[in-house]
Structures are given as structure tokens and as C-alpha cells.
């Protein structure tokens, strides 16, 4: 089991759909991450939130939008994807130190149609 | 920037032993981890290295070589459940936040 969860599980959406994906972490941990995998890729840094606020963007386009309402919640709204967003979106959280690693959630498997 | 390299797919028998390696290139570096990853699950967390030499954590150890940028993620006894992408992760600079390798798929087969 992961302490990290994420809902919801599988998601398809049409071009035109707003739909949000939703992260939940109880662990003190003040970063949090977004990561986009396509299959058989490596995750892809999205955004990263410290202390509730976003500290990286790695030039993600504006369809995706963060929110960061708490220390424990990581929202990933949805507006206007295209078929290539299809992915697995990954949340995780990490303390702030080095040698502590990501705590990922088991994903949301995101398809556009 | 960093340059992260592992091999694509490895196949391996039940039973047996498999080394994955990963090679990187950065500047600060500041630590290396281990994740395993089942086609459509979370990436879990198996070893970190920071310092050079080994550590050991049942069937499954990481060797850290700095000078030589250079890691490998030991399997021993392998099991069919160990079929997975294994994911070479860096850290480097002032950062916390690690860059993914690629990932090696292995296969056990009986």
C-alpha cells in the first residue's frame, strides 16, 4: 500500500472536458510533486510544490494547472488536453532533504479521447 | 545539466543473479537511488547511495562508485515477481529533487 493516494484511478476525458486530479499525503512531508510517464519513459518532472507554494514549473503548458491547497493536498486541474496527455500522472512527496526519496502514489492512467 | 544511462531491457532466469548498471554524468552530485516500477504501478523506493561501496538490503544491493559516475543495482535469487523497470534516479547541485534514467525492464523467465 502507498501512503500516498491519488484519485482517481483511470480517467478519460474528451478535448473539451475540466476534470481535476487529486493527491493526499499524510506524512509531514512539504514537497510534492507532479510527474507525467508515458509507457516504457521515465517519470517527467511537471511541477513541484515546497511549502505550498509552486517552486518549479518545467514549462508545462498552461492546460495544466497546479493547486496546492494544504500541506496534504496536490490537485492537477484539466482543461482542453489533447490526445498526446494521454499518461500516467503521478503524484509522490518527499521531504525537503537529499537523502530522503519520493513517496510516489500509484498514479492516475489518463486517456484523451 | 545531467546525462543518466542505463540499458534498455535485460532478461535474466528465476533463481539467478542480474546486475543493472547506470552511469551519469552531473556536476554536484548528491546521491543516487534505486526505484522498481511494475507496468502501471507507483515507482517504490529500493536504495539510496550517497558515499562509495555497497549497501546491502536483502536480495537486493547498490554499489556507488563517485569517481567513476558509475552505479549498479544488484538482484540475487531472482524471483518471476522481480519482471519490472528498474529506474536509476540522480541528484545533483543544491537540489533535492532527483532526474530519472530511463529505466532497465527486466525479465524473468523460468
Known amino acids: 500500500d502507498t501512503e500516498v493516494t491519488q484519485t482517481p484511478k483511470h480517467l478519460v476525458m474528451g478535448m473539451t472536458n475540466k476534470k481535476s486530479l487529486k493527491c493526499e499525503q499524510h506524512?509531514?512531508?512539504?514537497?510534492m510533486y507532479w510527474y507525467k510517464q508515458k509507457a516504457k519513459k521515465p517519470p517527467e518532472l511537471m511541477f513541484v510544490?515546497?511549502?505550498?507554494?509552486?517552486?518549479i514549473n518545467e514549462s508545462v503548458p498552461s492546460r495544466f494547472s497546479p493547486e496546492c491547497p494544504n500541506s496534504s493536498l496536490l490537485n492537477l486541474h484539466l482543461h482542453a488536453l489533447q490526445p498526446e496527455d494521454s499518461a500516467l500522472y503521478l503524484c509522490a512527496s518527499s521531504p525537503e532533504s537529499a537523502n530522503s526519496p519520493l513517496h510516489f502514489g500509484n498514479g492516475t492512467r489518463l486517456t484523451v479521447t | 545539466g545531467q546525462n543518466i544511462d542505463q540499458p534498455t531491457e535485460m532478461t535474466a532466469t528465476e533463481g539467478a543473479i542480474v546486475q543493472i548498471n547506470c552511469t551519469y554524468q552531473?556536476?554536484?552530485?548528491?546521491?543516487l537511488f534505486w526505484y522498481q516500477q511494475h507496468a502501471g504501478e507507483a515507482p517504490t523506493f529500493l536504495s539510496y547511495n550517497v558515499l562509495d561501496g555497497l549497501e546491502e538490503k536483502g536480495r537486493f544491493s547498490s554499489f556507488l562508485s563517485r569517481s567513476k559516475g558509475y552505479s549498479y543495482l544488484l538482484l540475487k535469487e531472482l524471483q518471476m515477481k522481480d519482471s519490472a523497470s528498474y529506474l536509476c534516479a540522480v541528484r545533483s547541485g543544491g537540489s533535492y529533487i532527483p532526474t530519472f534514467g530511463r529505466g532497465t525492464s527486466l525479465i524473468v523467465h523460468p
Open positions: 506524512m509531514g512531508h512539504r514537497a
Open positions: 510544490y515546497s511549502y505550498e507554494k509552486l517552486s
Open positions: 552531473t556536476s554536484g552530485f548528491n546521491g
